[in-house]
């Protein structure tokens, strides 16, 4: 067997399967996201439910529902025909994965889901099954074969019903307004939140942590406030606070063989008019600017030019920024 022309094979046939899929979406998918969105304005939540392998299907769609800001569970037929119903409220809409439309697990909690008033939106191949005869809104998710050799195990079908699913969840984020910083404050502890959420003015270095000097200072009052801060840089400022330079471990590396090193103004070795940062601008940012500039360290100033805070880029990895 030629094992690559055979992985092919399958991912073409999936591919076909999706195309049908694409195909067959009409008037009835606006229905179903019509149908959620006002099940989500009342304050009602997705209930996503399947057997075998929808199950795993319905897990992953609930968690993206979720993800994108439109409240979803996972409703397992079997637990509940043994408690589990529980999870359904008046306002409620359930999401139904079954290929065949037959699923014996999942038409027996039909009849509480009708009683209880909720509308079901079937995802189903086979639009006069008993599923389909139980819903308000049915998506075809038919394909023409399994990339099973058999036609037997569920791959092209799930791969259909999942991506049909995604495109219900991002059709639902974009007409719920749903936005970048939205998406950031439900993935706080991730990349994507940090990226999105943390600000200048969350990481950079203020009050004890923050070394200045004024211009009359001279390099050894500037090293004691830099040692002082434990930080690798000092910003020298008039007697506004507003900065007017910046003083670094490498600019006293570049001078350390000046005789009178210590004696002599600051003003003479600082860098004048340092790049700086706002307090609102993103953390990530700086980033870009430690490489556009080739430098460690940056100075944060607010609107009137004034020295608030300082970051120092050896502080970035431990925030998990770089």
């Known amino acids: 067997m030629?094992?690559?022309?055979?992985?092919?094979?399958?991912?073409e046939c999936e591919i076909e399967g999706l195309k049908t899929v694409c195909d067959h979406i009409d008037d009835q998918f606006s229905e179903a996201v019509d149908l959620i969105l006002r099940c989500l304005t009342a304050k009602g939540k997705i209930v996503v439910t399947g057997v075998g392998k929808n199950l795993h299907i319905a897990d992953k769609l609930s968690a993206t529902f979720a993800s994108t800001g439109a409240t979803s569970v996972v409703l397992h037929p079997t637990q509940a025909l043994h408690g589990d119903l529980g999870v359904l409220s008046r306002g409620d809409v359930v999401l139904a994965l079954s290929y065949s439309g037959a699923s014996d697990e999942l038409l027996s909690i039909l009849p509480v889901i009708n009683r209880l008033g909720?509308?079901?939106?079937?995802?189903?191949?086979?639009?006069d099954s008993q599923l389909a005869a139980c819903s308000a809104v049915i998506l075809s998710v038919e394909v023409g074969r399994e990339a099973c050799p058999f036609n037997m195990a569920p791959t092209?079908?799930?791969t259909a019903t999942?991506?049909?699913g995604d495109a219900l969840a991002m059709v639902l984020l974009d007409a719920r307004g749903f936005k970048k910083e939205d998406y950031a404050l439900l993935h706080p502890a991730g990349a994507i939140g940090r990226t999105l959420l943390l600000r200048v003015s969350d990481i950079m270095r203020t009050h004890d942590r923050l070394a200045s000097v004024t211009e009359s200072a001279n390099v050894e009052a500037a090293l004691f406030a830099m040692t002082q801060a434990r930080a690798g840089s000092v910003a020298v400022v008039d007697n506004d606070n507003k900065v007017l330079g910046i003083f670094t471990d490498g600019d006293l590396r570049r001078h350390v063989?000046?005789?009178g090193l210590l004696a002599l103004p600051i003003r003479e070795l600082m860098t004048a008019n340092p790049i700086n940062v706002t307090p609102d601008q993103l953390a990530v940012n700086v980033l870009k600017i430690y490489e556009d500039h080739a430098i460690d360290d940056l100075l944060v100033v607010d609107a009137d030019g004034r020295l608030v805070g300082a970051i120092d880029i050896q502080d970035l990895?431990?925030?998990k920024i770089l």
């Open 257 to 259: 063989a000046r005789e």
């Open 162 to 164: 999942l991506a049909l």
């Open 118 to 127: 909720i509308p079901i939106i079937a995802m189903t191949a086979v639009p």
């Open 2 to 11: 030629d094992y690559e022309q055979r992985a092919r094979e399958v991912i």
């Open 156 to 158: 092209t079908s799930t």
């Open 317 to 319: 990895p431990k925030l």
